[in-house]
């Protein structure tokens, strides 16, 4: 049964973004010949899917720890106090992002969840002292709504951003 030009055209978004994740730093001739497609439909999907916000953006996969940088996860638990209007519209505006950036961190992710946490940050800092300010300052600005919270150290990145690290064999030394 032939697939409809619907079906046809989410097909072809999936292999151009799949060959796009897994080899960023190819240009629209090479993706246009890996896949067979013609570059004009490679850059009018590409275009549309920019457009449409399925690609949010560009981002170089670095490794923090060559730049003296370490990565932390915040995992936060909130009480059953319910937002403000008013602090949701600083979450929202990314007021936080600002601070944190100000105690020299960076932040990596931020991911709501359903499950044992509510939150989780993802920040790369060159130490856990200021990683430990970022805990604080989230303390004291949430404290009605945060039941628990906890700083976790990440030792290896064994995958970055679907990238395997290229010195996964010293990962051996943590196992």
């Not at 890996?34 to 996969?61: A, C, D, H, M, P």
């Amino acid at each position: 049964m032939a697939k409809s030009s619907k079906e046809k055209i989410i097909e072809d978004e999936k292999k151009i973004l799949q060959e796009m994740k897994n080899h960023a730093n190819k240009n629209i001739s090479e993706i246009s010949k890996t896949l067979g497609f013609s570059r004009q439909k490679i850059w009018r999907i590409i275009k549309r899917l920019e457009k449409n916000r399925t690609i949010l953006g560009y981002n170089t996969v670095v490794d923090e720890e060559k730049l003296g940088l370490e990565t932390y996860f915040i995992l936060i638990q909130r009480t059953v106090q319910p937002f403000d209007k008013e602090l949701s519209e600083k979450i929202i505006s990314r007021e936080f992002e600002e601070q944190i950036h100000n105690l020299d961190c960076q932040i990596v992710s931020s991911t709501y969840t359903h499950g044992d946490f509510d939150w989780i940050l993802s920040i790369t800092t060159d130490n856990i002292v200021k990683a430990t300010k970022v805990c604080e300052l989230l303390k004291n600005r949430y404290k009605k709504y945060i039941k628990e919270l906890l700083l976790i150290r990440s030792l290896f990145n064994a995958k970055i951003q679907g990238i395997t690290n290229p010195n996964i064999e010293n990962l051996r030394d943590l196992i």
